[in-house]
């Protein structure tokens, strides 16, 4: 193919022309790890071994004010339409039967909705191969299938998780079909790899440009991995979680990616410390943290398989390259939550210390090991504090011409389908597409970043704001007010009193682990941020009592 380099193409987009060939529009490789925490690899600070992911972040735009939805399917269809959840679709990811005052709602229907375009739809309109493997979340219906919103090839699971090493019964799609239930020779991580190579090899010589949505499960519970992995990481993780979160913490500010804070003493501790776990139970978690670890590697190494082969074929080069996960750390720990704990004795699935991370385990590594991988950040997947929303991303040029820097604006996943359609040469939907009404993208690009451009995306007096589940925040500046569960918060069930939300407000400047509540100091901002809250929750339609309890899950164990 005759193209020109990614180099020359950003500078042409960014002087304002999106008049191009396809053989002059750039691939485009978006990389999503799931429930991957904010130090987990090593360019954030982690001590897994990450060396395929760790190289292009070492020349990328490495960003370390990056939010998302503090659950995956809404982040998802964030991304994918650059419009908020609710606009999407996914104001909530539970059904009506859950949270019966959903039912029937305006932007509660719980699929990536027709009112909006999708970025895979507005690439295939310039001209773009659109291929993905891996986690759709998105709608579970026909019609609502990746195929059906953009993807020309595609291998999906719909359902938001599922063990690694099967495909149960109507659980995966290829294309506009069931895929066949197996469990011989397949491994998520490898198996989306060889179908992601596979498409971009089929019609490598067309001469068009291809758009690869790499929508990896792992690491994803239940923790599982190949048999020569499951030994890489033994012993590691012995001393603790509590210790871990120390030492993420100072690599994290050594590498500039996190502040560094003076004291974790005032840290907001969900579960046990280490110290006070009995022997067997220190063994049992840190053999989950190995198995995590080992996931973690084997997902860097399918990365650099797939980095690897656009090399091969001389496509690296011309590939823009954005890297994320879709949420804070996961906090699970799938025996004290019902439906799964029914799942685990229906199957005779066995987590017992010798078999873990095996075919027939089924385990999720608990609150203690999610609290080291957001650290310095308070809680993590599920709320909208930082720990929930802040994730690892960095976006480069295969061909080297990124400057690498460090960004530390304040960006989120509304942001990604308007940089990549500026860098695609696209343009965003009109009011009117195929043949339907659609909603106007909201987010902004950030595609000026890229060529080395030191600009603010947003200006100071931008709010942002988000919701989901009942749960609210709004941030302005250095100031974020919270409507979350307080701390010791730690009642069972669904149905949350409100009595037990109340605003908070944080200096993330002054106080970035939101450890210090200045609300009562600050009335006049704090009505200011709720008035925000109230035009935003009256614009979208906000479903105000829908409520669950993200503490319902894991309070007897850590």
Known sequence: ??????????????????????????????????????????????EIKTPNIDELASRSVKFTNFHVMPTCAPTRAVLLSGTNNHTAGLGSMLPPRILPAIEGQLGYETYLH???ATLPELLSDVGYHTYMAGKWHLGKKKGQWPIDRGFEESFAMLIGAGDHFRIGEKQYVENDDWAEPRSDGFYSTETYTDILINNIAEHHDDGRPFFVYAAYTSPHWPLQVPADYLDRYAGVYDKGYDELRSQRMARAAKLKVAPKISSDAEFERVGSAWDELDTDMKRHYARRMEIYAAMVEN??????????????IGELDQTIILFMSDNGAESDELELNPTF??????????NSLD?????????????GWAQAATAPFNRFKGFLNEGGTRVPVFVLHGDGSTQFRLDDQYLSAIDITPTLLEL?????????YRGRAVAPIKGRS?????????QSIYDANDAFVMEIHGARSVRRGQYKLVWEQPPGNTWLGYAVPDTWYRWQLFDLENDPSEANDISETHPKLVQE???????YAEEYGVVRDNRISNFERWTSRP
């Open 114 to 116: 027709e009112r909006v």
């Open 529 to 535: 941020l709720i008035a925000i809250w109230d035009e």
């Open 341 to 350: 704990a029914k799942i685990i004795s229906r199957r005779g699935l066995d």
């Open 1 to 46: 193919m005759n193209r020109i380099r990614s180099g020359l193409l950003l500078t042409v987009l960014l002087s304002g022309s999106l008049a191009l060939a396809e053989d002059e529009r750039p691939n485009i490789l978006l990389i999503v790890a799931d429930d991957l925490g904010y130090t987990d690899i090593g360019a954030y600070g982690g």
């Open 299 to 312: 997902l860097d190494f399918h990365i650099g398989r797939l980095i690897e082969y656009l090399d091969s």
């Open 424 to 432: 695609a040469g696209a343009k965003p939907p009109g009011k009117i």
């Open 446 to 454: 950030f595609a000026p970043l890229l060529a080395g451009k030191s």
């Open 355 to 367: 078999k873990l991370g095996k075919p027939g385990s089924y385990i999720a590594y608990g609150p």
